[in-house]
């Protein structure tokens, strides 16, 4: 997977290849076969305070934004729905555009503390769980979180990345 990455809040490398890791293999476990990219802004809890603001009308800071740029059809996701992808590609990457993820470091940071993990098993997931956003998955209705919570560990457990870690 194609990442456009964006920092504008500094991390370190390890953290950047992990994100790479997690992507590839969230694209691997869906079962996509065309060439995909993502739009990736590392920021502050101020920064993506406002986006949250501004696009979903929270006013409060969060972890993870996800912003598709395709819809799927109903009960659909992109492992199932190559149309869909082929209509979001883009001539100037050759890439089939997922769209836009926004992710707070502090936010990241603090919820590994808060959840007795690594801060790379913790941007793995934000990854991943964006990522499974811009996929096609949601967490509204209950069976739809079991579907993707599920989804979320088969992709970390396939990068060593368990819920212990």
Known sequence: ?????????????????????AADAAVQ???????????????????????????RKIDRSTDVLSFPLISYP??????????????AYDDETDCCMLGDLIISVPH?????EEYGHSPEREFAYLTVHGLCHLMGYDH????????????????????GLTRKE
């Open 1 to 21: 997977m194609l990442i456009e990455l964006e920092q504008e809040t500094e991390v370190p490398s390890v953290f950047l290849s992990l994100i790479q890791r």
């Open 29 to 55: 476990a869906e079962g996509i076969t065309v060439k995909t990219a993502v739009h990736i802004l590392l920021c502050d809890d101020e920064a993506i305070r406002a986006y949250n603001q501004q696009w």
């Open 74 to 87: 109903n009960g659909k996701t992109a492992g199932t729905s190559r149309k869909g992808l082929l209509e």
């Open 108 to 112: 990241a940071l603090a919820q590994a």
């Open 140 to 159: 509204i209705e209950p069976e739809d979180k079991i579907r993707m919570r599920a989804k979320e560990e088969e992709i970390l457990a396939d990068i």
